[in-house]
């Protein structure tokens, strides 16, 4: 407790259990709040929201065997998105391990593949340090998640606090500042490109290098398009944002890659939903690639200028080399360029038709009216989660929270009580399908033991509406166990859990419900009856050409 005091931990999401009985009875002996979860993927999932949310590193506690394993979902989900979280378990005794005892798993073996590092710690003379340790490595570097496994012999031995040592670790050095010739044959792709772009990603927000990005974007007169994890890190209201890339993104973002002379593709890694085919993604472009994980560059796109260093403090050093360049008339140069995108822009938009059934984009838009943007938007996986990315437009970072490189469902809600302990003043939206709610619902006690007023907004289609979608477009219609009309009633079921529950079945219920729903104190559920097979468009099929968009 004294080490995690020292690491300005205030907040431990956590669930108790017999091998962690005397961390708890320390634990209760300190003003570290105790968040209690309903299961301990939810205890991992809460960690990850309150340290997205709040730019810290996110702590959960759980006991051995079934509560470990519980964990492995959530430690997953924070390793595929680079989340900075410090997994605590307990463990069996020392002499007990590998004996079958009761409640013994190799959570360390077990979780090797899905933490950047994780820990059996072997004296209590170590924990102090250890635990130092695991901070440092979940921060520095690229983030993600570590976990410390502490057998009950070692946590219920007394021995004086020796304070750690400070951080050395002769192996591990991260790469922070750029080298500066690379820098510098990026300022030359930078003054020839006629049509540059640059791709952020979830690197610039983990960085905070959203100034930067803005700095350089404007300067320069380059639009900006951003992966799933990067939405927030350009404003989405400014005129050079192209919207969101890949998969589903918008059809302007799509076809500025395929024609775009330079890409300057910052904190990404190049997900194969970002990228669809990739001998054809961004053909005729020079490709810089800027992330401080050097195993991150040139893994799923050949790139031609390579610069491993921080988002923040490359972007900045590349900023002030640039500010002191002669770029000539950059304005008059873009004009071509940026009167193409506006042209693609006003060919294909986002739309859709609201008439008699009430459409998910709706609800999305509606929301996004009611809270001025500002609110923090956790999401499901899913449908729910791709039309929260197309329509609530994100103008800061840290605002958008999901699960992006896993597509975990049961995220949103754990994610989205993280995030309200973490900004307690703050509006939390967590964006839901009918089906993927359904996964950690139970986390809605939570909520409601802890005051906390997350808001639960469920576009209800009695489908799982992504998988619906492809049988629909790839599988000649047949819904083969994606039905889900055999369902709670939600409003009944937040009212047992002792929150309130609404619902919209009419379009013209939508506002009305939204506002009271977001003026309820307390947890809220708001179930909203949307359009059954509804699909998300823009769609690139799996493999294909990012520009191959279907469209409608």
């Known amino acids: 407790m004294k080490t995690l005091k020292e690491e300005g931990v205030d907040t431990i999401f956590g669930y108790p259990g017999g091998a962690v009985l005397d961390i708890y009875d320390a634990l209760a002996q300190t003003d570290i709040r105790h968040i209690l979860v309903r299961h301990e993927q939810a205890a991992v999932h809460a960690a990850d929201g309150f340290a997205r949310a709040k730019h810290t590193v996110g702590v959960s506690l759980v006991t051995s065997g079934p509560g470990a394993t519980n964990t492995v979902t959530g430690i997953a989900s924070a390793y595929c998105d680079s989340i900075p979280i410090v997994v605590l378990t307990g463990q069996v005794p020392r002499q007990l391990i590998g004996n079958d005892a ?14 950047k590092h994780n820990y059996l710690v072997q ?5 102090a340090q250890t635990v130092k340790e695991a901070f440092y490595i979940a921060t520095s570097g690229r983030p993600g998640p570590v976990l410390v496994d502490l057998p009950k012999d070692i946590i219920n031995t007394k021995i004086n606090y020796k304070k750690p040592s400070p951080i050395n670790i002769v192996s591990y050095k991260p790469t922070y500042d750029p080298n500066i010739k690379q820098l510098k044959r990026v300022v030359s792709l930078l003054k020839k490109a006629e049509r540059p772009m640059i791709f952020a990603g979830g690197g610039i927000i983990l960085s905070g290098a959203s100034g930067e990005l803005i700095k350089l974007a404007k300067m320069l007169h380059i639009p900006v398009t951003t992966s799933l994890m990067g939405l927030g890190a350009f404003p989405g209201n400014d005129p050079l944002w192209l919207g969101m890339i890949g998969m589903h993104g918008t059809y302007r973002a799509n076809m500025s890659t395929a024609s775009c002379d330079l890409m300057i593709a910052v904190g990404v890694r190049f997900d194969d939903r970002v990228t669809g085919k990739t001998d054809a993604f961004a053909s005729q472009a020079n490709i810089v690639h800027i992330d401080i994980d050097p195993t991150s560059i040139r893994k799923n796109i050949h790139v031609n200028v390579p610069v491993v260093g921080d988002c923040q403090r490359t972007l900045t050093q590349l900023n002030d080399i640039l500010q002191k360049e002669d770029l000539g008339n950059i304005e008059k140069r873009r004009a071509s360029w940026l009167q193409q995108i506006y042209e693609w822009r006003m060919d294909q938009r986002l739309a859709y038709d609201q008439k008699d059934i009430i459409k998910p984009q709706y609800v999305i838009e509606k929301l996004f009216e009611l809270t001025h943007g500002d609110a923090i938007i956790t999401t499901e996986v899913g449908q729910n989660q ?3 990315a197309q ?13 992006g490189g896993l597509g975990c469902m049961g995220f949103g809600l754990p994610a989205a009580i993280g995030a309200q302990v973490a900004c307690p003043d703050k509006m939390v939206v967590d964006i839901a399908g009918d089906g993927s709610i359904q996964m950690n619902i139970q986390e809605l006690a939570t909520a409601v033991q802890f005051n906390l007023p ?8 009695q489908y799982l509406g992504m998988v619906r979608q492809w049988q629909e477009l790839f599988y000649q219609k047949k819904y083969v166990w994606t039905n889900m009309t055999c369902a709670p009633d939600f409003v009944k079921l937040a009212e047992a ?29 708001m179930d909203f009856r949307v359009e059954q097979e509804e699909c998300v ?11 191959e968009m279907l469209l409608v």
Request: charged share 15%.
């Open 537 to 547: 468009y823009p769609m690139v099929p799996a493999g294909a050409p990012i520009t």
């Open 102 to 115: 009761f409640q013994e798993v190799d959570i360390v073996g077990i979780t090797r593949p899905c933490t």
């Open 454 to 461: 997350v808001k639960v907004v469920i576009l209800n289609n």
């Open 123 to 127: 004296r209590t003379e170590d924990i």
């Open 497 to 525: 859990f002792g929150a309130t529950g609404f619902r919209a079945t009419r379009p013209e219920d939508v506002v009305p419900i939204l506002q009271k729903g977001l003026e309820t104190n307390g947890p809220v559920i």
């Open 391 to 403: 329509y609530y437009h994100f103008n800061q970072p840290n605002r958008f929270i999901t699960s």
């Open 386 to 388: 791709m039309w929260a």
